[in-house]
């Protein structure tokens, strides 16, 4: 058949199992479109069609259009049908398994969860749908607290407003986890027979259960609980960036015993357009400056936000260099001061028995949780990139990753966690006031302890994803001598697997001085990731800043020139 004629085929197959009106407006067109010679249809559908957004470690994540390369109500549905497969296959014999499902404020949501829980109750598996929607965390918690045999959540995090996804935890000896391989690969298989198999129509579908708001109270106690009676009010503003997490957050706040922060009103409500942010991600440029404006207008001493679907947390603080007034704290930042207030507690709680547990990161996160770690006698371990696998860490006291994602109460919810986080920063802010100090002395208290550890990231956006594979294919086979001026130790390449880590597409270059420089692709967005670490423990504080800020501009210019 002219390849043509086929892939027009295909996408007419695809729209009679559409059940959204509005991808099979859009698709509609788009046939008619090709059928008719247009040359942009037909690449449309090429692009939609001759691929299939692919299911892995981090589910499905796509933009919400028609096509098998979209999010959309058809690919959700074989999505929910696969994994059902998958949960009935690996129950034991004459056990019902179950899944909970979630969903945050973004586009669609609402109608996948409802899809997906419809479709795996008519397949034989027990599904409860949360009862309204509801931060990541949540979804994560009730994984265990309802001894789900497995869970998902729809959300896109902090994606682009038309982007929507599907995360997909295991219950059992998972501990409520993200999946990792070879559940993935498992559930990506079983997909893929219901899509060459059935119709989307064909799927059989079945009343299911909604939870009660019992699991939502649940999690707000064992959330609230992290954090001791306030010691002192701290003066705060907050921001959901227009996402799901003010209302658990606020209830968890008048729990724990915390004056409610100032808002940034124009942010709280959920609104799946975002329209304050380009991008809703605190990390980006601009997104948070709503919440600095907030912050000078009630001095405030510091600030909390958390993504769209309330599973990281950004933190800022008042820093008159700053033109705003205000400086966020980089992930690394929070990561080691959380850890070393996780070590502390744990220290403390075991008293004169020996000391046990473990602080993990992901190893693309700062080396400074090591040194926690050594310093108090704990383990560590770095894992690879993703709380799929930081939460996995044995013995878990306290993990994070650079990307602001934090798991501070690793009994009660197995990923990160952005409200848990909130809490217990902002319990060790109001220790700290309770003593006449802030956040900034803490971080110079860190610096003089553990030595002062500087990051940095270079993040190269491409439009053809070969341009990063060339990018590491040079680097592996010419290894740079210097970074800048700073002469090279060693390369650690992670494509075969290192130690105990998997394969995965990484490299690692150390450097004569002990810093460290990691490079990878992304694994969600077509960008090519720099993560650059120095470290300075001679001196001074105001020395070693300095010293560790010299090297990391050094490495910054000697990266961007090499991956250029």
Wanted: charged share 20%.
């Amino acid at each position: 058949m002219d390849p043509t004629i086929a892939l027009i085929a295909t996408a007419r197959a695809w729209l009679v199992q559409d059940p959204d009106p509005e991808t099979q407006a859009q698709l509609r067109g788009i046939i008619n479109g090709a059928s008719d010679g247009d040359a942009d249809a037909l690449a449309s559908l090429h692009d939609r069609f001759d691929t299939r957004l692919e299911f892995g470690t981090a589910g499905l994540r796509g933009e919400i259009s028609a096509g098998s390369n979209r999010m959309n109500r058809v690919l959700v549905s074989q999505a929910a049908a696969g994994l059902a497969a998958y949960l009935l296959e690996q129950a034991a014999s004459g056990v019902t398994p179950s899944v909970v499902i979630g969903y945050d404020g973004r586009k669609n949501s609402q109608i996948f969860a409802t899809d997906t829980a419809s479709i795996m109750s008519g397949a034989g598996v027990r599904a409860v749908l949360l009862p309204r929607l509801l931060p990541t965390p949540v979804l994560a918690f009730a994984v265990r607290h309802l001894d789900a045999s497995a869970g998902v959540m729809v959300t896109a995090s902090h994606n682009p407003p038309n982007d929507n996804g599907y995360k997909v935890y295991l219950g059992d000896e998972n501990n409520g986890a993200q999946i990792v391989s070879p559940d993935d690969k498992l559930i990506a298989s079983a997909i893929l027979a219901v899509a060459a198999d059935k119709l989307v129509p064909e799927l059989p579908r079945a009343a299911y259960e909604t939870a009660e708001e019992d699991v939502v109270r649940a999690y707000i106690d064992a959330t609230a609980s992290i954090a001791h009676t306030p010691r002192a009010q701290v003066n705060t503003v907050y921001t959901a960036l227009h996402g799901v997490g003010w209302d658990t957050t606020r209830r968890v706040l008048e729990q724990a015993g915390f004056d409610l922060p100032t808002l940034v009103d124009a942010q709280i409500a959920p609104d799946a357009a975002f329209p304050t942010v380009a991008f809703p991600n605190p990390e980006e440029p601009g997104a948070m400056d709503l919440s600095y404006e907030t912050a000078r207008e009630v001095s405030a001493e510091l600030i909390i936000a958390n993504d769209p679907d309330a599973d990281r947390l950004a933190v800022a603080i008042p820093d008159a260099s700053e033109e705003s007034g205000y400086r966020r704290l980089s992930g690394n930042e929070v990561g080691m001061i959380l850890g070393w207030r996780a070590a502390s507690q744990a220290a403390e709680a075991a008293g004169n028995e020996p000391l046990t547990g473990t602080l993990a990161c992901s190893i693309v996160s700062s080396p400074a949780l090591r040194a926690v770690a050594d310093a108090y006698g704990l383990d560590f371990a770095d894992t690879l990139t993703g709380f799929k696998w930081v939460s996995r860490a044995p013995g878990l006291v306290f993990g994070y990753e650079e990307a602001l994602g934090y798991l501070v109460n690793p009994g009660t919810v197995r990923d990160k966690d952005g409200i848990s986080a909130a809490v217990a920063l902002l319990s060790l802010v109001s220790d700290l006031k309770s003593e006449g100090l802030t956040l900034s002395d803490y971080l110079d208290r860190f610096s003089e302890k553990f030595g002062h550890f500087a990051s940095g990231q270079i993040s190269i956006r491409v439009s053809d994803l070969s341009t990063i594979a060339l990018v590491m294919t040079r680097l592996r086979q010419t290894p740079p001598e210097l970074i800048g001026r700073i002469r090279v130790d060693q390369i650690d390449d992670f494509r075969w697997g290192l130690g105990d880590l998997p394969p995965s597409d990484v490299l690692r270059i150390r450097l004569t001085d002990g810093s460290r420089v990691m490079v990878r692709p992304s694994g969600t967005e077509p960008k090519l990731k720099v993560y650059l670490d120095t470290h300075s423990s001679t001196g001074t504080i105001d020395e070693r800043r300095a010293a560790a800020a010299a090297a990391l501009s050094e490495l910054d210019a000697g990266m961007r020139a090499l991956i250029a």
